[in-house]
């Protein structure tokens, strides 16, 4: 992610709204009479009352005023922008207007196929109608591909969220993170990114700016340091609007219209990440404040929950996210082309050069022999020639190396020191241990792959094939090889090493909406006046990522879509 040193400094003021706590706060759902909330004294009143001011809720937010409206943003953490402010700031929307203008054909049968095959793989069915999914998952993804151009043009168009077409290293047009697949029919141009003042492309920062800019020059209201507490109904069940805790005291804001939750994942509530994530994570990129209370409050109410079990996975690197569990930035890619990432047993695992969500997955991964995750934290090797390839994790030559990064001259000597490197954090990850037959497996596994480097093709992984990778990784030298992301590693030293651990760029589970946004109940009944977007809800992508900016994509569109359909009731 971007903005790494925007959001170092402002982790305190993050920490600080946590602080406001799990532990000390009472988080619910409350019904009060039409007399007791004539009574009130309100600290505000609008149509539409937002929780959380990330994409997916500044996004509701100026639905609400280009609808008509008015609008009041309630923020838990002190500074606007949530995990939307640490991001790249690209989001993900078929049949785009950029698209339009470069003549790039993407019909709904097409986005369609390829969101059905990669979201519920065990679903799909290419005859089906509905592609084998369920008529719900079906019809939001039908929906998102309807409204997600047009969102997409009239942000653009009102300067609410100037955008354009995310391009690679190459100047091409950006690839689909499973773009291999036959599914995908090869349509790239559905990333797009913020457009700076100066017309280059901006970041999840810039994406805060120009949305929350238009909010308050509108006329809308934001409020940092509120932490959402309690979400107020009538007799009928109809939410009326939202309690929040301060450092002032409690506050009451009335919503005439409906209430939009935008407040984000749940990675940062250690009993939730373990009781639901399949995947076992130690934090990510998501800011501290996202800790699930949407989950708790609107348990109380009988609010229907899923996709609780998936994130969108990242790697990060061990040592850092045992230090802050929101980390600067995670894991994107592995760089360097005389590189691997081996497990416990000192075997390959995935293509190196692949998505982050999919390399993150592996973390998951169990061995019922063993009762456990071999795969459970990694060792990212590579060697000196490695640097003039750079990348993500690898120092430039010259440069100093990071303390994460261990440095032997042998393998032998390597192996010893990654496992003192384990040791030495057992008081946080418990005993780790290599595996006894790790050194002869790892000569082993880099002698295989040298192989793979010497031909071009690697028959266990398909390093370099899939077009992501060539997306994610710039070639910064000509080796004269067949597969420019593969290089064989040096027969002497010196190696390096780190440490990886899974975590998250946020989780992607909660109350499931239908194509308005709206949260449905256990019997799938609409609850009016309550809509979710973003990572707080069950998110339409299902088990996978569709492509890069494919969390802001889908929470932004369904954030306009919330105060859009807020706004037409009566």
Known sequence: MSNTEESRVSRRGFMRAAGL??????????????AQAEEFAWDGEADVVVAGSGGAGLAAAVSAIQNGGSV???????????????????????????????????TKEDFLRYSARVAFPELYRPGSPTFGLYERNYKLLDHFYDQGARIAKTLDDTGALPSTMFLSWDGKPAPDYHAQLVENADIRGRQMATRSEDGSIGYGGDMIVYLSMYVEDHGGRIEVGHRVSQILRDETGRVI?????????????????GVVFGTGG????????????????????????????LILMSSQIGVKLGNLNEAWNQQEILEEVL??????????????????????FGQRMYDEKYVYPERGRSH??????????????????FDEKAREFGGMLIPEPGSDIPNYVIQADTLEALTEAVQVRFDSLEDRIGPYKLDPAFLDNL?????????????????????????????????????????????????????FAVLLA???????????????????????QPIPGLYVAGNAGASPSGKSYLGGGGTLGLGITFGYLAAEHAMKQA
Request: glycine share 12%.
């Open 21 to 34: 706590g799990v532990a000390s706060t009472a988080l619910g759902a409350t019904t009060i009479t039409a």
């Open 72 to 106: 009041i943003v309630l923020e838990k953490a002190e500074y606007v922008g949530g995990t939307t402010s640490k991001s790249g700031g690209g989001w993900w929307v078929p049949n785009n207007h950029h698209m339009h203008a470069k003549g790039i054909v993407d």
């Open 241 to 257: 609007g939202l309690e929040a805790t301060t450092t002032d005291g409690t506050k009451r804001f009335r919503a005439k219209k």
């Open 266 to 293: 749940f990675t940062h509530n250690k009993e939730m990440a373990t009781g639901f994530l399949r995947t076992p994570i130690l934090g990510g990129c998501a800011v501290p404040t996202n800790e699930g209370d």
């Open 323 to 344: 230090e802050y569990s929101s980390v600067p930035s995670g894991v994107f890619f592995l760089g360097g082309d005389s590189s691997i990432a081996v497990n416990k």
């Open 364 to 381: 998951a991964v169990y061995d019922q022999w063993t009762g456990d995750y071999p795969n459970l934290y990694q060792v990212f090797i």
């Open 443 to 495: 000569k082993e596994t880099i002698g295989r792959y040298n192989t793979f480097a010497e031909t071009g093709k690697d028959t266990d992984f398909h390093r370099g094939e899939a077009p992501i990778d060539a997306y994610f990784h710039a070639v910064r030298v000509d080796r004269g090889l067949p597969n420019p992301y593969m290089a064989p590693l040096s027969d002497t030293g010196p190696y």
């Open 502 to 524: 899974g975590g998250t760029l946020d989780t992607k589970g909660g109350p499931v909406f239908d194509e308005n946004a709206q949260v449905v109940d256990i019997h799938d």
